[in-house]
């Protein structure tokens, strides 16, 4: 959403050691004996627990006082209305509002302890850079403010809720850029040892990963896991997972929308990890993953081989031959004219021809003479990457679409890749230790906070 926002870590939340336990859908997996973690952390927790006081698992608190800071039940409203958008207007069940409720509410703390520690540090986010952001993220959404204004309050939600969201990221990437980033440091060797290591592994594959990351503890392990499960099953009915990783997830790659970037397998430090996404397809998610300190949820965006040139980044120059069918038409009579629209386009010798032949069939031309391969379809791009120039696809449609082909009349093929060089990678290995302690300052900050719940 910000796009002045610096990416403060790749991978570097997502590093844990070896065996964590993958969990299949539902099924929680075997986990060490609590009350040994328990006194390896130094507490002194029985075997045999007896509560003297009674809880009800379903309560929930509607609003808090954060170091005197109110969050009221409008503002976690107004904030659940924008995930619910995001998820396209999909039915959200009871135990599912409560959840997301609660997760939200949890948000707006955090947010409300980094607005609060970025003014007590005297880092200022001025009005003016709120409202510039908000109107770039307006414009990307092919709207103008006033415009994105009424949207926001048809929703539920409100421009305030929205600014507020911008105000937290820009406090938080500004103090990040003042009281961390000028104190990491990373040796010239330390570069040389990662760019040696990706020369000698050209032809492998390399990952773009995006993640959200719960954190739990003995005592909410179960509640976390259930929420997890829910927003795996949400992003599956179709929410965006880059939004719920801005409003979920816990890890530094929250504010660009859970994106860890290009990178190999072995950079997760977690062979659980490395498994779950070996067996995943581009567009495909996995999860919930139990790794030491919650839950992961991962999504493979792309993969591609390190130096070797993705065929998919060829630029293809291509016609759109098409036809549409009369309303009323029957399913026979429209596959009648579909074969015979494809019979007389392959007759069409070249681009050259292509407009005066889809003139006398009464079809309509669209040319686009630079489009990656990998913009198309999937279903597309496997057959328009094995074409000679002036070749076509097979026919596509439907009854209410028409029927259509696409001619290809020019490729470049991408030059293979260099891989990324020194300056990238130093930049990588930074924004991964940013990331590491932008985490340690936030949980210092939710430690030391006077925290008030109302009923």
């Known amino acids: ?76 409203d107004q904030r659940v209305a924008l995930v619910i958008a995001a998820n396209e207007g999909a039915k959200v069940s009871d135990d599912e509002m409560q959840a997301l409720r609660l997760q939200v509410l949890r948000n707006l703390i955090d947010e409300t302890l980094e607005i609060q520690e970025a003014k007590a540090q005297d ?45 937290g990221e ?39 990963i995006g993640e959200i990351f719960l954190s739990d503890t003995p005592q909410t392990r179960d509640a976390v896991f259930q929420n997890a499960k829910k927003i795996v099953d949400q992003i599956k009915q179709g ?65 591609r081989q390190i130096g070797v040139a993705d065929p998919r980044d060829a630029v293809l120059s291509l016609k759109q031959i098409s036809i549409d069918f009369p309303k009323g038409i029957s399913q026979d009579e429209a596959k009648k004219r579909a074969a015979s629209f494809a019979d007389a386009v392959k007759a069409i010798h070249g681009c050259g021809e292509a407009d005066a032949a889809a003139k006398a069939l009464g079809a309509e031309v669209i040319d686009n003479v630079q489009i990656q391969a990998r913009q198309l379809p999937g279903a597309l791009q496997q057959a328009i990457l094995q074409l000679n120039i002036g070749q076509t ?44 302690r932008s985490q340690r300052y936030l949980r210092d900050l939710r430690r030391d906070a006077v925290i008030e719940y109302d009923d």
């Open 1 to 76: 959403m910000i796009g002045s926002a610096r990416r403060f870590s790749k991978f570097g939340r997502i590093a844990a050691t070896a065996g964590a336990c993958l969990l299949a859908a539902g099924i929680a997996g075997a986990q060490d004996n609590p009350n040994d973690a328990a006194a390896q952390a130094g507490f002194n927790i029985p075997s045999d627990i007896k509560l003297l006081g009674k809880m009800d698992p379903n309560q929930r608190h509607a609003t808090a006082k954060v170091n005197g800071a109110i969050i009221t039940g409008t503002d976690v």
């Open 123 to 167: 880092i200022e986010v001025k009005p003016d850079e709120v409202e510039q952001n908000y109107q770039r993220l307006a414009t990307r959404q092919g709207k103008s403010v006033e415009d994105m204004n009424k949207y926001l309050v048809s929703l539920g939600s409100s421009p305030a809720s929205l600014k507020r969201q911008i105000e």
């Open 170 to 208: 820009l406090a938080w990437n500004n103090l990040i850029q003042r009281n961390i980033q000028p104190f990491v440091n990373v040796s010239g060797d330390e570069v040389k040892e990662v760019y040696n290591r990706i020369q000698s592994s050209k032809g492998t594959s390399e990952y773009n």
């Open 239 to 303: 929410g965006n997972f880059a939004t719920y990783a801005r409003q979920f997830s816990e890890a530094s790659t929250a504010a660009v929308g859970g994106q860890l970037g290009w990178i190999r397998l072995e950079q997760l430090q977690n062979p659980t990890l490395e498994a779950a996404v070996q067996q995943l397809q581009p567009g495909e998610l996995v999860g919930p993953i139990e790794i030491p300190g919650g839950f992961d949820i991962l999504a493979l965006i792309d993969k």
């Open 393 to 436: 696809t097979p026919p596509f449609g439907s009854l209410t679409e028409g029927i259509r082909v696409l001619m290809l009349c020019g490729r470049d093929d991408p030059k293979t890749e260099a891989g990324p060089d020194l300056d990238t990678i130093q930049s990588q290995l930074e924004d991964d230790r940013i990331g590491k």
